[in-house]
């Protein structure tokens, strides 16, 4: 299997957006419909790391990190198999205008995963949401989450409708600097912490993703990381550490 195929088969984010969202998404990310042929991997703890590597061509973001010299972009992880990966609907601006404003000519940042110092990704919901984050790599590191002041945290869950919550983005002090990684890791756990909230009295149209009475519950989620899905938008990627049949 090729790089790009294997990137949109067992990749976080193709399995948690389906392989054709993904696609698209990795195309206004990068601004280039070539970007397949850019693709690198190589081992990453129990899985594959995806990420382009002194691309040929200038890339408009800037690169995750620069290594011996040369720019490393880096773009997804292929998932572990703990549990099913929460499908969600890639959310986007439905007005025409707003979407290549926002998406289309927006310089979108790359994916944040929450990878710990080990090389473990992921972190449960309770230590997400308790800001129990400080084993991350680079969790003092600011946060690069597109220079605004707040954004919303988008979730899409199967069965209930859309929910977002805006988050502040910007520390407290003179400066206003980003926030830190562990600290937007908390953010991301608390918003789905405030989803968990408002739908637990409501009934899901999908029996299968029901929170509480199908074995979903707030005990068996992991945040793995977010997608910066529109300008002022993110999303997070969520896996169980059981499987949905």
Known sequence: MS????????????????????EEYFSHLLKTNNWPELISSSPSGSGVVFFIRGASRPLRLPPSMVRNGVPVWLLDYTIEHIGTVVPQTLWAPHNRNDFKQHVEDAELQLPIFFIHGNGSLG?????????????????????????????HIRISWPGYQDFKRQVQIRDETAAHNPIT??????????????????????????????????????????????????????????????YVI
Not at 7 to 20: C, E, K, Q
Not at 216 to 237: E, F, T
Request: with cysteine.
């Open 3 to 22: 790089r790009p195929n294997e990137l949109l088969v067992d990749g976080y984010i193709s399995r948690a957006f389906n392989p054709r969202s993904a």
């Open 123 to 151: 972190l449960s919901l309770d230590d997400a949401a308790n800001g129990r984050c400080r084993t991350l790599r680079d969790a003092n590191a600011h946060s690069q989450l597109g220079g605004k002041t707040t954004l």
């Open 181 to 242: 990684v562990a600290r937007f890791a908390q953010h991301v756990g608390r918003s789905v912490d405030a989803f968990l909230g408002t739908i637990s009295k409501e009934n899901s149209s999908d029996p299968r993703w029901e929170i509480g009475r199908s074995g979903v519950n707030r005990a068996n989620i992991r945040v793995i990381g977010a997608v910066h899905v529109s300008a002022g938008s993110w999303m997070p990627i969520l896996q169980l550490n059981s």
